[in-house]
């Protein structure tokens, strides 16, 4: 079918959609054997494959597909032109995460456009549904990568430079996906285009299994951001070494994990996380010569965030001193306090009958995009409140709910 033919069109080009038979068909692509769950990160062979996937999609469903100057993709129904309502997340993943945070969004886009078109329904806007990439940061470290290139929060060189645990440059890695890296940053054309986004999301906690409801909206995002601490001692031998001549980073870097705990349940609602920690070289008889550190810290705003994130230093600064180690602290990438615009929200919230409004503390290209234009949020319920893990559920009821929410708020905001 052509753009801007009606009528439903799936990848089979038969029916409809479900946003559960389309996760069902990536349901082996970045399978991690090692640590369960998914590992699908940005330009790596698992999110590859899922761009390529989503592009097939795409244009069996008569979209045309863009690639963005930092490797987003634009999935467009009829042309693309200003004012245009955007939807979608994510497809890549955290190390061993969940089959929802992220590719959720992307199903339920496809699946609202099919249940859009199966009810005739033309837009009277451009629109488009979008792939944003590494959101995540899991291979890169900063999370939200393509929505930061897009809004021109972050460096395009420093970007370019950032490295993943191989060494790999987020150049190289683009180019290896036959990307220009030289185009990375601000992308006003793509920017100016965008009159609205709606991301739909898994929710990443408990908020609508309390209230029984299957679908809720976005009010606010703690500030957050993650720094990295990289503690330096004296590498030598296990056996060899008496314990009072040892210069041994993992102490210091223990009592940074132990004052990031103390420092967040001191201040009320705040989070600080330390997920990942690298010994080097890494033996098991070796007392490490380094230790590298990320915390992730996030509270209310970005007062208490800054103050939650210097404690935290001054404690890993005094046990770094004790064992006679140095420590070098990199602000990695950063975050202030989003929150959604009331009118937005409260607007989609009555049109799905009265949908609670959910505060978050987990990150979204829909935060990045606040910034710059009107954007909302729609989170559909998780059974189990978990996420960032492969307990991350949701059942497949409340995923057609999601999507008939999602095409609800679309056909609103693109009727004529
Ligand atoms: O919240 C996060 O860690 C990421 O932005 N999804
Ligand atoms: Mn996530
Ligand atoms: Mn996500
Ligand atoms: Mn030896």
Redesign the pocket.
């Known amino acids: 079918p052509g753009a801007s033919a009606p009528g439903p069109s799936g990848a089979s080009g038969t029916s409809a959609a479900s946003a559960t038979g389309l996760l069902a068909a990536i349901a082996d692509v970045g399978v991690d054997r090692v640590r369960g769950g998914y590992s699908r990160h940005g330009f790596d062979r698992a999110e590859l494959a899922l761009r390529e996937w989503f592009v097939a999609e795409s244009r069996a469903r008569g979209l045309d597909v863009e690639v963005d100057r930092n490797g987003n993709l634009w999935a467009w129904w009829g042309k693309p032109g200003p004012n245009a309502l955007i939807t979608g997340s994510h497809l890549d993943s955290v190390p061993g995460g969940g089959a929802f945070d992220g590719p959720l969004g992307v199903v339920s886009a496809l699946a609202a456009v099919d249940l859009l078109r199966a009810r005739g329904f033309v837009p009277s806007r451009p629109f488009a549904v979008v792939v944003f990439a590494e959101e995540e940061g899991g291979r890169f470290g900063v999370p939200c990568l393509g929505s930061r290139l897009l809004a021109g929060t972050i460096d395009a060189d420093t970007a370019r430079r950032l490295r993943d645990p191989e060494g790999t440059t987020l150049a190289d890695a683009m180019r290896k996906a036959g990307l220009a890296p030289e185009r990375l940053g601000r992308d006003e054309e793509s920017l100016s285009r965008i009159g609205c986004f709606v991301e739909l999301h898994v929710e990443q906690g408990r908020g609508l299994i309390d209230l029984g409801r299957p679908v809720g909206v976005a009010s606010s995002i703690l500030a957050h951001g993650r720094w990295r601490f990289q503690f330096t001692g004296e590498g030598n031998?296990a056996?060899?070494t008496p314990i009072t001549d040892r210069h041994d980073p993992m102490l210091p870097a223990s009592q940074l994990v132990l004052a990031a705990r103390r420092a967040a349940a001191a201040a009320v609602g705040s989070r600080a996380t330390i997920g990942r920690i690298v010994p080097v070289p890494g033996g098991t008889?070796v007392i490490a010569s380094t230790v590298d550190c990320w915390l992730d810290a996030r509270a209310s705003d970005d007062a208490t965030t800054r103050s939650l994130v210097t404690e935290i230093e001054a404690a890993a600064r005094d046990a770094a001193a004790a064992e006679g180690c140095r420590l070098e602290v990199t602000e990695e990438s950063y975050g202030d306090t989003v929150i959604f615009d009331p009118a937005l929200r409260d607007e989609l919230a009555g049109l799905l009958d009265d949908a609670p409004a959910l505060p978050t503390g987990a990150g979204h290209d829909a935060g990045v995009l606040a910034s710059q234009v009107p954007t909302a949020m729609l989170f559909v319920r998780n059974p189990t409140g978990v996420s960032h893990a492969p307990a991350e559920h949701a059942e497949p009821d409340d995923c057609e709910a999601g999507v008939a929410a999602l095409a609800k708020v679309l056909e609103h905001l693109a009727g004529s």
């Open positions: 031998h056996g060899a008889n």
